[in-house]
């Protein structure tokens, strides 16, 4: 089945503790992005990635690093989670040549 | 960068009747606008979208409409059914050459039976 997931799905932390959020589509999309979204705000757009290597910062990215070294995957990294970084989290991928954007389940993040 | 005006927040509508929301965006240079459609808990949907070659977009109870020279947009829902309710965002993407995609801020929808 073509998907994109997200793990955890789920995740309570505590301020300074680093995690990875995972992203993984199965396809074979060049592009990727990760989203926040909070009440009264829509989605915001924290990275993108054109393609393996390639990636770019979107309207929010302070806080957060991405990685792609391989097609399929797009972690999100959060170095030292802070309380205004609880949110639910998107990951969307889209193939080269088409506008419809795949977007996965969603991470719902909560830092104390 | 890229700023997206949507209205109203909110819009509570007779069943049956037809329901409008509106965006505007600040780039010219945006060439495709999506509508999506998101439930309570889960994933945001693609219902329609529209490029900037084109002035309307229909599929069955959903339509919609570009003014690219006024650089707004809207979505029209007829004949709305309880289903219908949701909350719905506009978007704005310039896909030459990066990948930034503007949501709106949502309109929550609801459907009176």
């Known amino acids: 089945e073509a998907q994109v997931t997200q793990n955890p799905r789920y995740l309570i932390t505590v301020t300074g503790k680093k995690l990875t959020v995972t992203c993984s589509q199965n396809m074979n999309h060049e592009y990727m992005s990760w989203y926040r979204q909070d009440p009264g705000l829509g989605l915001r757009q924290i990275y993108y990635s054109m393609n393996v290597e390639v990636t770019d910062k979107g309207d929010v990215p302070e806080g957060y690093k991405v990685s792609r070294k391989e097609k399929r995957n797009f972690p999100l990294i959060l170095e030292s989670p802070s309380p205004n970084q609880t949110s639910l989290y998107f990951c969307a991928s889209r193939p080269v040549g088409a506008d419809e954007q795949f977007f996965g389940p969603g991470t719902r993040l909560t830092v104390l | 960068g890229e700023n997206v005006e949507q209205h109203p927040s909110t819009l509570s509508v007779q069943e049956g009747d037809s329901a409008v929301i509106k965006c505007t965006y600040s780039?010219?240079?945006?060439?495709?606008f999506p509508w999506y459609k998101q439930e309570l808990g889960k994933r945001p949907q693609l219902i329609i979208d529209?490029?900037?070659?084109?002035g309307e977009k229909k599929d069955q109870r959903i339509a919609v409409t570009l003014n690219k020279t006024a650089k707004h947009f809207s979505l029209h829902i007829t004949e709305t059914q309880p289903e219908d309710s949701a909350v719905y965002f506009c978007a704005s993407l310039w896909n030459f050459g990066n990948e930034k995609l503007t949501f709106g801020t949502g309109t929550r929808l609801t459907i009176i039976p």
């Open positions: 780039d010219s240079a945006s060439n495709y």
């Open positions: 529209i490029r900037s070659n084109v």
